[in-house]
């Protein structure tokens, strides 16, 4: 088996707190290898463009266990393989650069790639594993909507932002005798929503998986006013959406997804029409993801980076390395990126939740 000489490190999509905390782990433990290790800046972009690629040492990753963001930067749009490129006429058209990747991680001789990534970066990875370029994913979102493993970095610091924010909207509440929507980021997943819901005590958590009636949210509502509780707390996904309508999202151009997000307003009016009670928005959007990781997540963070290592090590690619408690284990990409990991209605968080009143804008359960 030949020597490993050389490692190459990016992160892709949007940035999660423990990214800095992954990136240095990584480095650490290749270079007690006696690795070199290069970062690449802006997920795949700097290996489309190699002036954006840093030499990573123990200097470089110095203090940074602790801090958001990631010093390598990072995009959560032009995937290498449909890549927006302006046309003669003007348009901008998506074109396959994926071989221009492939030629540069040869020409630089890198013996492998870690690919810190939610599943957009986990598909890219895939795509390139099946071109020859030998790669190990880890996982990181906010939205923890990775299959293949129980938990990515970033949501527990995104869900504990979530809590501490709905917990000091309950006083206000109360105060004004208001109803508060707190419209949470998770994508198409209620994960954010749900746990932060639960953990601060929402009266009303609507999330993706489960279409929402408003007449149910209302009567919530109003039954909590009819037993003196004259304030409510509703958590959003920004995901959710009434029975029979549409997410609300916006178009963000070519090669770009949809951005999620307006829910929150939409349903606040909803609100104040069928109940009559003054009713506030609060969006929590990026604070969910600015910031420096839980010890939960930098712990996670340093651990799958560390993982990931070892699985260079062992040359085992084509995988991501994923938590199943207490281990961490490696999955094949292709479990990684099969589906989209979404709340399972029947899980335990939900049945606590359903067990302590909380409505979800169905029919099911207590109101
Ligand atoms: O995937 C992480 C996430 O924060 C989602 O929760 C959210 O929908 C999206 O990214 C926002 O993307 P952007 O950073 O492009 O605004």
Redesign the pocket.
Known sequence: MERIRRIAVNTG??DAPGLNAVIRSIVLASLRRGWEVLGIRKGYEGLLDTSKIVQLDRDSVRGITHLGGTILGTT?RNSPFQYPAKQADGTTALVDRSDEVVENFNRLQIDALIAIG?DGSMRIASGLVKKGIPIVGVPK???NDLSGTVITFGFDTAVTVATEAIDRLHSTAEAHERVFVVEV???YAGWIALHSGVSATADVVLIPEIPYDIASVCDKIMDREAHGRRFSIVVVA?GARPVGGEMVTRDQGVGRER??GGIGVQLAEEIELGTGKETRTVVLG?LQ?GGGPTTFDRLLALRFGAAAVRMVAERRFDVMVALDPPTVLAVPLEVATERMKCVPLDCDTMLTARDLGICFGDSDGEK
Do not use: A, P
Request: glycine content about 26%; cysteine-free; hydrophobic content about 25%.
């Open positions: 999509g949007g959560n939610g979102t906010i939205d980021m998770g994508r920004e951005l999620l990026h993801r």
